[in-house]
């Protein structure tokens, strides 16, 4: 039984290194909480500061509710297991398994009977007289687990620890751990900067970056739903396409969303259409994944993109095809910024669909064929200048190996309700629904 809340935790090292910068999160009981950001994000750190191996800067550490900041890390209940294993060489798996029931004088044939109990549910009670240096990556690792779940521990606190071993062993394992840790029902907080893990892990998932939390959800909410451009961008394989789109507003037909010299039109009628308007005149990113695109015969009405294809990709089960339909790409790289401290403009924003009504409703609802010509709103378009950018190649998932090849015309009908929107802050426009 454990819970742990993080209230405005902000981590500052002596040397000024922001390592952690005013993060909430609560773990409820029993719950696998997976931590995931990019190397240097502030992943460890947290996981350090809640074991008591690193004290906050600012902020509470809340440990079953009750103030843990000074709270000695052997006092805290808390098992924690690293990638390295750190597995004593000259000890048996046995005596490694059983070193903190020795440490905490428990007799020795009671140990042997919980140390074959978790061995067994390890699957690795047939090497218990072994030394670490006889056993595969694997064994290890599931000897390093064993050492932590024997103490039956409130909270496991795991960092990368299956980085070390080759994918297999590691899809294998992920799906041992996240089952053993449940039938425990211990709380855990799962350090990775593997998204296949999180996402397959995870009760709820956090996602950092610069240590920012940017997103927590479950992982259906994470990667349905992205918090932020960053989230969006860092969840999912192949990777979110994300457009540069300018929204124009026809008043009562629809919102188009145009995509370079291409348009999308969101039905005046759909609840997205209100939340998108208020973005008239400006620029804003689209994003859509793979899952949302299906190749269509060139001469399909509806939503549909025309584009060549640039180049294809074959993974075996699948192929990708990256189609250029002269739209721009907003780049988000892993460390990138996606705007950087321009001035919000929140309160420009606010009653601006207001005014567009009105400007529209003086030309007695008649609006101009050519949507482009709308506006005069240029000075809003230059915040989205910030992102990095480049032609975008639109990800399409095809069959293995498809009779088509690079410098095809391709069509693609998008579906529409699983778009997503950001603002130029790169943060996602609540279209009210999902
Ligand atoms: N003792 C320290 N002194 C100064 N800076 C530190 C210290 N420990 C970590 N940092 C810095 O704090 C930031 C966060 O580091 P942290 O180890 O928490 O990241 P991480 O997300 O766990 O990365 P990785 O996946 O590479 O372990 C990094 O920029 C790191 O260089």
Redesign the pocket.
């Known amino acids: 039984m454990s819970t742990v809340a993080l209230k405005d935790v902000t981590k500052v090292?002596?040397?000024g290194?922001v390592?952690v910068d005013n993060i909430s999160l609560d773990v409820n009981d029993g719950e696998f909480m997976v931590l995931l950001?990019p190397?240097?994000?502030?992943?460890?750190?947290v996981l350090r500061m809640v074991a008591g191996l690193e004290q906050p800067s600012r902020g509470a550490i809340l440990l079953d509710n009750e103030l843990a900041n000074d709270l000695p890390p052997r006092d805290r209940r808390i098992a924690m297991v690293f990638q390295d294993f750190a597995l004593y060489p000259h000890m048996t798996v046995g005596d490694n398994i059983a070193f903190p029931l020795r440490l905490s004088g428990m007799e020795q044939e009671q140990r042997t009977e919980r140390v074959a109990d978790v061995a067994n549910a390890l699957g690795i009670g047939d090497v218990l007289g072994r030394k670490p240096s006889q056993l595969s990556g694997g064994q290890r690792q599931r000897v390093a687990m064993g050492r932590a779940i024997i103490r039956r521990p409130g909270l496991f606190l795991m960092d990368?620890p299956l980085s070390n071993l080759d994918s297999g062993l590691r899809a294998e394992l992920r799906a041992e751990i996240s089952a053993l840790v449940r039938e425990l029902g211990v709380s855990t907080i799962y350090?990775t900067?593997d998204q296949a893990e999180a996402l397959t892990m995870a009760d709820r998932v956090a996602i950092?970056r610069k240590?920012v939390l940017q997103d927590v959800g479950t992982p259906t909410q994470v990667y349905g739903r992205p918090a932020t451009l960053y989230v969006a961008a860092f969840l999912g394989s192949p990777r979110m396409n994300l457009l540069e789109s300018s929204v124009y507003v026809h008043l009562d037909r629809y919102v188009a969303l145009h995509l370079g010299d291409q348009a999308l039109y969101l039905p005046w009628d759909d609840i997205r259409s209100r939340a998108v308007a208020h973005y008239h005149g400006e620029r804003i990113v689209v994003g859509m994944r793979a899952e949302a695109l299906t190749p269509v015969a060139p001469d399909t009405p509806g939503a549909v993109l025309q584009g060549r294809i640039r180049y294809l990709e074959h993974h075996g089960h699948e192929s990708l095809a990256f189609v250029d339909i002269g739209a721009t790409a907003i780049v988000v790289d892993e460390m990138g910024t996606p705007v950087a401290d321009g001035e919000s403009d929140r309160g420009r924003r606010s009653g601006r669909l207001g005014k567009v009504m009105q400007r529209f409703a003086g030309r007695a609802g008649v609006l101009p064929a050519d949507a482009d010509t709308i506006g005069g709103q240029s000075g809003v378009l230059t915040e989205l200048g910030r992102h990095r950018r480049r032609p975008a190649e639109l990800a399409v998932r095809l069959a293995p190996y498809p009779a088509v090849s690079a410098g095809h015309p391709m069509a693609i009908s998008v579906r529409l309700d699983a778009l997503h929107f950001f603002d130029e802050r790169g943060n996602r426009i609540d279209v009210g629904w999902r």
């Open positions: 090292f002596p040397d290194t390592a950001g190397s240097g994000c502030g992943k460890s750190t990368e350090v900067h950092m240590g």
